[in-house]
Every structure is written in structure tokens, then in C-alpha cells.
């Protein structure tokens, strides 16, 4: 079988052009809305001394020499959320930006090493204000796109109908008949053993290795995800703590966390945060996080110490990630993520 001809072969680019022009007319139209906002658009660096430090993210690691010929790693940013968040501890408000982010190990019709990630932050407002602006922006894109209804792998959406609202917890006895929250604690320390004994009563495999996260990830992507954002989008919140190592806890449930994720055809779209502030609990998320980088992949990545610091100025305030290239997929219609990039990666060899 011949190797199918490269994006940049004339008659393949015809076929990826309309997705291309719609992105481009997807991105205006959400430049247009920040800025009805009152939002500044930044731009950040994506070299960085830290890429950020969530144990199953991987990043480009390259390598900085000076004048004098001194080395220093570097490392392609895998959001640009540090940097964002250094910008309000220096005094902006609100803020977005689309960014160019790269993450390794990644590749598959909804993955590519490099992608766009536009994210927005509000100081001083809470992650509910992000959930408004989430179901806006669904309906712009469509508007802008000329879709009235979003299709993907036999799912279908309504990106104009308010998302539903469902906290983790309940997804997890909605879909699975799980009980998650009897396996956390008050201090959010989590209980393996319980956790793993009732996916062995929903019918579902652990093995005898598997962390707590191991096991909850398992629930999330077997039963969870496949169910979710159909017929209208879904906002999934409040997850357990253990999972949401940059967000603080919740006023009313302290083994939860002020984290939501967006999806739309059983697609993850974005993750938002309310902040976490806290400059020694963020350190200890961390070290945590990278802990476990190193027991299961050999290697952990250096902590920004300079973002650390500007948490001590930065106010309260809600931050949120969106997968600019998903969002445009499911707009225009695309069904790989190559098809609504412009100059897609190469493909390695084997």
C-alpha cells in the first residue's frame, strides 16, 4: 500500500483548505470576543526552565548556550500557564492567548506534538464566570462556522444549548456505580484498596501495580468520557484534589477540587482551574507530581522556583485551557487534528 501523499502535495491541501480558512475565521471571531471583553492578548515564551510538572505530561527538552558557551536545559512549555500566571501576579486582570505548546509522546487523530492551546485567566472572578464563557464561545464557533450541530466518531452536539453541569462524584455513580468519594478522606488523602475494590464490583480490571490515579483514570476513560458532551456539551467538576495538582479546594467539600474539564462528543475541549495560590502547597503538589514521574517514567522535570515566588503576589483568579485545533475540528467538521493545522509535524520514522 503507498504511503499517503504529504499535506503540503497540492491536491491534499485542496481537500484540508476549507478547514484551514474556517479556522482562521474561528480564531478572528474569538479575538473579537476577548477583546468585546476587555481582555489583553499576550504572549508568552515557549522556551522555559520548566515545561511544567504533571507526572504523565512529557515534554521537548533542547539546550541553551550562552555567550561565554555555558549550557542550560531548556524546555518547550507544555501550556503556557507559568507564564500567564507570573503576567497577573505583575498586575494584569484578565488575559488570554493562543499559544503554540508542545507535548511528546503524543500523536493520534485528536494528538499532535504541537498544537495550540488558548487559554484566558480572570483575576479575581470565579471558575463559574469561565463556564459562561465556555458556552459563548461553543456558540460563536458554530455561528462563525455556519454549523448547527457538531458531529464526531457518531456523537452528535448542540454547541448552542447551555452545558450540563456534573461533579465527578456523580458521573462516577452515574456511569459506573462507583462511589468515589468513599475512597477520599477530609484532608483528601486517598484510600487505593477501597477505590480498587469497587472496580472490581463494577466489572472493570486493576492490576496489582495500579496507583489510586492509575485506578480513577481508568474509570474516567472506560466509562466516564465515552458518556459525556452528548446532544449538548458537559462541564465535569470538582475533582478529587489528588487530581487537580494546580487548583485550590473547593469552600464546601475540602477532598475537592475547583477543576472543571469541557467536553463536547464525548471530546475533551478544556480544562479550567479556580487557582491555587498557595505557594508551599503548590511546591508539595509538585514534588509529589514529579515523584511520581520519575517511579514510573525515569525522569522528573526542575520546578520554575520564579513562578513559585510570583504566587505570593498573585491575586485570586480563574484560569482555563481549551484545545484551540479540537475546538475548530469539531466546528468545521475535520475528522483527524492534521486536517485543521496548517503545516502539520512531520511523521517519525519508525
Not at 548556550?65 to 507564564?83: C, M, N
Not at 464490583?201 to 496489582?208: N, Q, T
Amino acid at each position: 500500500m503507498p504511503a499517503p501523499s504529504p499535506w503540503w502535495t497540492p491536491h491534499v491541501h485542496a481537500d484540508r483548505r476549507p478547514f484551514l480558512l474556517g479556522r482562521n475565521r474561528i480564531q478572528a471571531a474569538l479575538r473579537g470576543f476577548f477583546a468585546a471583553h476587555e481582555f489583553v492578548e499576550v504572549d508568552t515564551a515557549t522556551l522555559q526552565v520548566s515545561p511544567g510538572n504533571e507526572a504523565h505530561l512529557h515534554a521537548f527538552k533542547t539546550q541553551a548556550i550562552g555567550p561565554d558557551g555555558r549550557k542550560a536545559p531548556l524546555y518547550l512549555h507544555t501550556s503556557p500557564e507559568f507564564a500567564c500566571k507570573k503576567l497577573l501576579a505583575a498586575g494584569e486582570t484578565r488575559i488570554a492567548c493562543f499559544s503554540h505548546v508542545y507535548r511528546n509522546r503524543e500523536r493520534g487523530p485528536l494528538h499532535h506534538p504541537e498544537f495550540t492551546m488558548l487559554e484566558w485567566y480572570r483575576a479575581g472572578e470565579p471558575y463559574e464566570a469561565l463556564m459562561a464563557d465556555c458556552h459563548e464561545i461553543l456558540g460563536l464557533a458554530a455561528e462563525t462556522a455556519k454549523t448547527k450541530a457538531w458531529s464526531f466518531r457518531n456523537h452528535q452536539v448542540d454547541p448552542f444549548l447551555a452545558p450540563e453541569r456534573l461533579s465527578v462524584a456523580e458521573a462516577f455513580r452515574r456511569f459506573a456505580g462507583i462511589d468515589l468519594l468513599a475512597s477520599i478522606d477530609r484532608s483528601g488523602a486517598t484510600d487505593r484498596d477501597r477505590l480498587a475494590a469497587s472496580l472490581t464490583e463494577a466489572g472493570l480490571r486493576i492490576a496489582p501495580d495500579d496507583t489510586w490515579s492509575d485506578l480513577f483514570s481508568r474509570v474516567i476513560v472506560e466509562r466516564v468520557e465515552p458518556n459525556l458532551g452528548l446532544g449538548r456539551a458537559t462541564i465535569l467538576d470538582e475533582y478529587p484534589v489528588a487530581e487537580a495538582a494546580l487548583a485550590r479546594p473547593t469552600a464546601g467539600d475540602p477532598r475537592v477540587a475547583e477543576r472543571f474539564e469541557l467536553y463536547a462528543c464525548g471530546v475533551e475541549l478544556a480544562n479550567a482551574f479556580g487557582e491555587l495560590t498557595d505557594a508551599a502547597e503548590q511546591r508539595r503538589r509538585f514534588e509529589g507530581e514529579m515523584a511520581e514521574k520519575m517511579r514510573v517514567y525515569g525522569e522528573s522535570y526542575p520546578v520554575d522556583e520564579e513562578f513559585l515566588a510570583a504566587l505570593g503576589l498573585m491575586p485570586e483568579a480563574s484560569g482555563i485551557a481549551l484545545g484551540f485545533d479540537r475546538l475548530v475540528m469539531l466546528a468545521t467538521g475535520a475528522s483527524r487534528i492534521e486536517q485543521v493545522l496548517w503545516a502539520p509535524v512531520p511523521e517519525t520514522a519508525p
